[in-house]
T-cell receptor
Framework: KQEVTQIPAALSVPEGENLVLNCSFT??????LQWFRQDPGKGLTSLLL?????REQTSGRLNASLDKSSGRSTLYIAASQPGDSATYLC??????????FGTGTRLTIIP | DARVTQTPRHKVTEMGQEVTMRCQPI?????VFWYRQTMMQGLELLAY????????DSGMPKDRFSAEMPDATLATLKIQPSEPRDSAVYFC??????????????????FGPGTRLLVL
């Protein structure tokens, strides 16, 4: 079964610290992997997309990596800010074109 | 600033009633998705349309759920009859291309604000 797992479910970090969010998936045959952000009561916003042939993508203070062989992706957030507080979800397009979301990590940045 | 719109934003209904949720995708997008989000199950893909044709609705309970795109500017998700376990937030998303072909994060899905459904 194709599954996407995010651990931990919640994370609190003091402002200014760097942090890493984790995503693991069970099938290495993927088209791409995306990281989304969801604010309370809102829809999802796409942050980064990594193609299966890529190792990482960067956007501002965000850096996402992909290791297909181990079935893992990380989202690195540098110099965290209170505005980064949200739920972060990763989503994988598996080889059968099925889109599967992880359950998310709820991030709280403490001022 | 193009956005996906969804109506209604909130819906409270009684078990057994019909519920219709509507979505207006971003003009020019040819893929539309319906998702359901609950605390227990997380975000689940219910249906996926490309060029108004259903590509995948395997995540949708067929006995009570139906999804259609009567035209390029409207997608509907209907539940009949509704049950308390259908209580969730239902999101619509649209995108300019098929999921496996997107190259940039900005080319992927744009989510609407969701419809929060409560079935009593």
């Amino acid at each position: 079964k194709q599954e996407v797992t995010q651990i931990p479910a919640a994370l609190s970090v003091p402002e200014g610290e760097n942090l890493v969010l984790n995503c693991s998936f069970t099938d290495s045959a993927i088209y791409n992997l995306q990281w989304f952000r969801q604010d309370p009561g809102k829809g999802l916003t796409s942050l980064l997309l990594i193609q299966s042939s890529q190792r990482e993508q960067t956007s501002g203070r965000l850096n996402a990596s992909l290791d297909k062989s181990s079935g893992r992706s990380t989202l690195y957030i540098a110099a965290s800010q209170p505005g980064d507080s949200a739920t972060y979800l990763c989503a994988v397009i598996f080889g059968n074109e099925k889109l599967t979301f992880g359950t998310g990590t709820r991030l709280t940045i403490i001022p | 600033d193009a956005r996906v719109t969804q109506t209604p934003r909130h819906k409270v209904t009684e078990m057994g009633q019909e519920v219709t949720m509507r979505c207006q995708p971003i003009l020019g997008h040819n893929t539309v998705f319906w998702y359901r989000q609950t605390m227990m199950q997380g975000l689940e893909l219910l249906a996926y349309f490309r060029n108004r044709a259903p590509l995948d609705d395997s995540g949708m309970p067929k006995d009570r759920f139906s999804a259609e795109m009567p035209d390029a500017t409207l997608a509907t998700l209907k539940i009949q009859p509704s049950e308390p376990r259908d209580s969730a937030v239902y999101f619509c998303a649209s995108g300019p291309d098929s999921l496996k072909d997107v190259r940039l994060a900005k080319e992927t899905q744009y989510f609407g604000p969701g419809t929060r459904l409560l079935v009593l």
